[in-house]
């Protein structure tokens, strides 16, 4: 197995992004979507992603626009605000490909807070 390169328009979060699979929506906007992860790792577990289709952060930086990337980062920052995390800490990851553990390959940033967290590469 190694990183996909090409997108997979049938990964679960396109689904969740064309309605075929609910989500617990928090955010949405044109270009973003935030809802919580179906199995969360703390109290507060969130996905942000962008609408449009990108396999990983590598493919994002590279080919979405500038108001794609403007849109998502601002969304961010919002969620990141009103979800409380933004003044007690928060971490926020992109796992990517095979050796960074991504399970959808569908770009994701992963919001988690409500407690302190621990280390931040297990075993
Ligand atoms: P990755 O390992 O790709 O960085 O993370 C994928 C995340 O998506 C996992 O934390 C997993 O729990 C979450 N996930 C997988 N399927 C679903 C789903 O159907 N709904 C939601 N809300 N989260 C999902």
Redesign the pocket.
Known sequence: MSTPSTYDENN??AK?LRGE?P??KIYEDEFTLC?????P?APT?L?VIPKGAYLNIVDFGKRASKEEIDGFFKAVSQIAEEQNLSQSGFRS???TGLN?????PHF?L?LLGGKKLGALVGQ
């Open positions: 679960i979060f969740i699979i989500c617990d809802f919580k992860d179906i199995t790792k577990h996905l990851i992109a796992n960074g553990g991504q399970e959808v994701h992963h």
